[in-house]
């Protein structure tokens, strides 16, 4: 079984910065990839970006080239820089991890197995 914890989360100003952390603890050796999903309030969960073991990664239209997801092995830490920052950007943001091997990212959330908590992004106009 694996553990997420996310960290980073908080309120910042559009355009803004903020760095999303999610550290796995348990069976680790088991992760074969990583996401990060978030649900703004009355919308449905959506992918925000996502990692496989290789590195290869996916991203949302809306985040493309204002988010970077990466991950760190051996801290087992993923992480997404949010830069330039926009209002609709404000949501719950949560971490995943899947154990399904795959040659691209998963996009839906039923192929991943683990999640977080969930950490609150705000961003102010």
């Known amino acids: 079984q694996v553990q997420l914890v996310e960290s980073g989360g908080g309120l910042v100003e559009a355009g803004g910065s903020l760095r999303l952390s999610c550290t796995a603890s348990?069976?680790?050796?088991?992760?074969?990839?990583m996401a990060w999903y978030r649900q703004a309030p009355g919308k449905q969960r959506e992918l925000v970006a996502a990692?496989?073991?290789?590195?290869?990664?996916n991203y949302a239209d809306s985040v493309k080239g204002r988010f970077t997801i990466s991950k760190d092995n051996d801290k087992s830490t993923v992480y997404l820089q949010m830069n330039n920052l926009r209002p609709e950007d404000t949501a719950d943001y949560y971490c995943?991890?899947?154990?399904?091997?795959?040659?691209?990212?998963?996009?839906?959330?039923?192929?991943?197995?683990?999640w977080g908590q969930g950490i609150q992004v705000t961003v102010s106009s």
């Open positions: 990692i496989n073991h290789g590195g290869t990664t």
């Open positions: 348990g069976s680790i050796f088991s992760i074969n990839g």
């Open positions: 995943a991890s899947t154990r399904l091997y795959t040659l691209t990212p998963h996009t839906t959330p039923d192929k991943y197995d683990s």
